[in-house]
């Protein structure tokens, strides 16, 4: 069936979770009010669903590939692309002076689910192509703004981020791609990067590479890497396109999913070098890379959210129309739609549920992004700031590893239809393999939040989150509503876990850090669990004050989370403060014999 | 890198999960020891190893295919297939009077592991003929066994299992596909069937196939279904082949994965009705298909164990081999192998632990069929039929969900190379996603296993498994060791939440069945974790009482399964006993909204 943006629940999760009232109360999104927010999702929801998606499928079967040493983008996708473009659909966060909408970054992050959901390989071109101008906006000089800005946030440039080479993956420290400066103030770049997501293709005139790479004199490790611009075709002074530069896409990747989106092996250098300019300050790319990494790995994290709710959406479409076997309910000789079958409602709730919180979890980390951005309160920023920090790995992760599961649970819903690469769900399920690991795997997001993000400001940035979820929790507890069920008690071990969880890692961290890390993967499911189920609470909290009987749905999700998912969490806090130890205990020789 | 096959782990589980010292001893076994049972299974790891595994990939890409109306294996596998059962392979289990090896079904079950994990794909064409065999050899006619068994024993032949029609999938009692008795006492059968396995190939000159049709008088529904075979070429009185039978292969599934295993829509009757001969009485064919399901579905447990098994040996090798970042004991500035990742370790034993708990669930699955068979006592046998049918559910869902967790495991080892098809952990993730769905799919077994099997002689038969469970908890409490850690305490909670469950369960059956299938899935896993931990630290009290340092590796993985994996228990029991009603909350209207 064809996908519906999902813009109800979206604005949900916006005004509940994420505050909107609030925020817009407070003048923090500059003028911008509920009701653009919701005709901005709207046409978004349109063009995502008329546009995009009915080139998903086709772009899967057909896939990008290398002819004469260009890529060659499925059928329709560069006239999709032109739409996209002009519709300002790639501008929406980007400041106006560079031709960009200046909207919230909740409103980019509804979007961001809305363009993944109806198709995931061209959802991943203006990710991308955001994460280079973020990287521009913050640290380029002004030539440099001046230079690609205008074009990149028109979409009429798209934009590629450079890591990855063969033996550095997550360790960028190692990586070997060089520059080397000349007279000019330019450098010349030569070295293979691999992953680069539409590395090379036709849709648009030119291609923004931002490359990392390492001078000659750099120090050794992640202290000496360099961050460059270097375009495809060179821009002359007046703007126009000028010579190729030197570099090529030397190969795509055969990959299990996003068949459509070129993964390309990049070479640079391979005659007299690639013409670069730097981005910031010599040996500080890493922390420039790191502005739009986070950007990234929210948007990322979003990408999980979109698969989980296309998984979803197929899944409850088919369980209406199948009919297989009877329930106590059924009448006369005929078969019942499998959504009446008990075992099916669970696979379904436990769908919605997840995916409902991840997108909580996303766009509240989004709301922070913008009070970082735009509150005038200093201290507010900076507090903010910190949340976002705190909130990315869990917005990365969890949604990425629960869009895997939904999607695993979409196929399982389809029974053997589900297996068939025409249904459909195959093809989700494939798509969504990668989000776990690029921009940083699911267990780098884990470590990033133990050893990074829980002693930010002394621990007192975490305490404070936590303390904050306690507070919906004793809301929950005090409104004493029956149709809550056990959701006070649950989540309120669910949290408490967490915080023991969170002081359990803290000093281990001190005293023995392999230790934390052991713990570090199911501690961020807990924390995403605590967060995913709070959230989900306030959105049960405010369809209660609202008391309209079509906002069951809040109610029943919330409550199913907290009865049926949040129940991992007090096993998750014995795994991690009591597991480490048997983790640890088999050497890599005995654990490989 | 290459397949190997873990006999001793194997052998391991053989001994101190399945309890082969005891059968050997009893001498239910018909005089085949231990030495015996390891030899075959060397052997049987030499044969996957050197003949299948290096077909499983080329396969995988080439596929099957229809051509002109037959079916083209990929290249090579007529030969595998010739030299599989020149060797006897198929024949390990059968009857010496059709010319089999009558060999204990645990020596079955561990060579099966070893088939399918080299090669999901082809070990599925045995698993299926085995099938056949068994239900002519339970309910066929003298003449039938005489005809067909001999041939199908030594694999000369192969047999299908026809069930499934497009709108009768997990609900077979809807099926249309018709016979007509015929004066001769054939019958004409008529019909389409879907998803049939090896439903035709060139691989053997004749293929066997048992369909499921309803004869004209026939009750409606399961009561009105027999079970016939049909030969793709009719078999003269002398054994020779005769004519072609009216039953073709009409298209190949285009499916995420087993590319290289032909799924065939079959056509019976397109001109004269597909000559078919009944197996045991009319309208009782779903007794004996259930009696070749139950053995399949052990099997297809089997293979959940074999891609978790393949999925572990990859990561394993890839995790020594790859370099990636420095740890706390890194010297230098050498990268470590990410095998030294505290990360990487909790996802590496988390895959050996779920893959020896499965395999051990499974082994003893099939130490209870041999007891159901061969023990020379009657209250013996049935005892041990009782906990077949308790187990076989357990073996089949849990075995296969873990096959597709430690496959997903698997490619987040490998990080973006994971993603990669050359790399060959996405085409397990891919084959792996079939075991949860065929043979029943995983929430039918939850339901077996609740509505069926929990209610078994009173509740008694899954009282006394427990009751066993529980006293190998008192051994490892007694045993006071300081390296099993917590394990007595987890593996306590663990148990006496299934036994708490059980009960909850059993007491919902009455009062609201829809309750209890709610909470089928997660009462089904938590089966799973308590009998998978408890043989585990069977393994680890074995391991302590020879004390050999050798065997760590057993108390290490039970250990870290009770402290890490089992830790989920009480959270299952909780939504078990907890979580019914907001599953059902929603209607599926308001689901679906």
Redesign the interface.
């Known amino acids: 069936m064809a996908y519906q943006a999902p813009v109800d629940d979206i604005m949900h999760a916006l005004k509940t979770a994420a505050g909107l009232d609030s925020l817009v109360a407070q003048g923090v999104l500059d003028g911008v009010d509920e009701d653009t927010i919701r005709a901005v999702i709207e046409e978004a929801g349109k063009f995502g669903a008329e546009v995009l998606e009915p080139l998903s499928t086709p772009g899967d079967r057909t896939g990008s590939k290398l002819v004469d040493g260009k890529v060659v983008t499925p059928p329709g996708w560069k006239e999709a692309y032109k739409q996209f473009s002009e519709g300002g659909w790639g501008a929406l966060p980007c400041p106006t002076e560079f031709g960009g909408q200046n909207l919230p970054q909740v409103v980019a992050t509804a979007a961001g689910e809305i363009w993944n959901a109806a198709n995931l390989s061209f959802g991943l071109c203006p990710l991308l192509t955001q994460g280079a101008i973020d990287a521009l906006e913050a640290q380029g000089s002004e030539e440099l703004k001046r230079t690609y800005l205008p074009k990149m946030v028109t979409g009429e440039w798209t934009g590629t981020m450079n890591l990855?080479e063969p033996?550095?993956?997550?360790?960028l420290g190692?990586l070997k791609a060089r520059a080397e400066r000349k007279a000019d103030g330019t450098y010349r770049i030569f070295g293979t990067k691999?992953?680069i997501t539409y590395g090379d293709h036709e849709m648009t005139d030119n291609i923004v590479h931002l490359v990392l790479a390492r001078l000659p004199d750099a120090p050794?490790g992640t202290r000496g890497i360099s961050l460059f611009v270097v375009p495809k075709y060179l821009v002359n002074k007046d703007g126009s396109l000028g010579a190729r530069n030197d570099v090529v896409c030397a190969g795509l990747?055969?990959?299990?999913?996003i068949h459509a989106s070129p993964t390309c092996v990049m070479k640079y250098g391979e005659k007299d070098g690639a013409i670069g300019w730097l981005v910031g300050e010599e040996n500080r790319g890493l922390n420039v890379m790191f502005i739009m990494m986070n950007a990234a790995r929210l948007a990322v994290g979003v990408q999980g959210v979109a698969v989980a709710e296309r998984a979803t959406q197929r899944a409850?479409?088919y369980?209406?129309e199948r009919?297989?076997?009877r329930?106590?309910a059924s009448k006369g000789?005929e078969?019942a739609?499998i959504?009446?079958?008990?075992?099916?409602?669970?696979?379904?709730?436990t769908m919605?549920a997840l995916t409902q919180a991840a997108r909580a979890i996303c766009l509240v980390t989004a709301r922070e992004t913008d009070v970082s951005r735009r509150a005038k309160d200093a201290g507010q920023r900076a507090a903010a700031a910190n949340r976002v920090a705190l909130l990315t790995p869990i917005a990365k992760a969890f949604s990425t590893d629960i869009g895997?599961e939904v999607a695993?649970i979409g196929?399982?819903v389809h029974?053997?239809m589900?297996?068939?690469?025409?249904t459909g769900a195959?093809q989700i399920?494939?798509d969504a393999?990668?989000l776990?690991?690029?921009e940083g795997?699911?267990?780098i997001q884990?470590?990033d939040l133990v050893t990074r993000k829980l002693p930010l400001e002394g621990g007192k940035v975490v305490e404070g989150y936590i303390a904050e979820l306690k507070q919906t929790v004793d809301e929950v507890r005090a409104s004493n509503r029956p149709e809550f069920?056990?959701m006070a008690e649950?989540l309120g071990e669910t949290v408490a876990a967490l915080a023991e969880a969170s002081r359990w890692i803290g000093g281990a961290l001190m005293k023995n850090?392999?230790?934390a890390?052991?713990g570090?993967?199911?501690y961020l499911r807990l924390f995403g669990l605590a967060a995913g189920g709070v959230y989900l609470a306030r959105g049960a909290l405010a369809a209660v004050r609202n008391g309209s009987g079509a906002q069951?749905?809040p109610i029943?999700l919330a409550?199913?989370f907290?009865?049926?998912?949040a129940?991992?969490?007090?096993?998750?806090k014995?795994?991690v403060i009591?597991?480490?130890?048997?983790?640890?205990?088999?050497g890599?020789d005995?654990?490989?014999?």
Chains 1, 2 share one sequence.
């Open positions: 990855t033996h550095a993956g997550s360790d190692v691999i992953f050794p990747e055969h990959k299990l999913g409850i479409a369980a209406k009919r297989q076997g329930t106590a000789a078969m739609p959504i009446e079958h008990a075992d099916i409602r669970r696979n379904l709730m919605r895997c695993s196929i399982q029974g053997g589900g297996f068939i690469e025409e195959a399920y494939r393999r990668i776990p690991i690029y795997t699911n267990g884990a470590i069920g056990r649950r850090p392999d230790a890390l052991a570090a993967a199911p069951m749905q029943a409550r199913f907290a009865e049926n998912l129940t991992a969490a007090t096993g998750l014995e795994t009591g597991g480490a130890d048997s983790t640890l205990a088999l890599p005995a654990l490989s014999a």
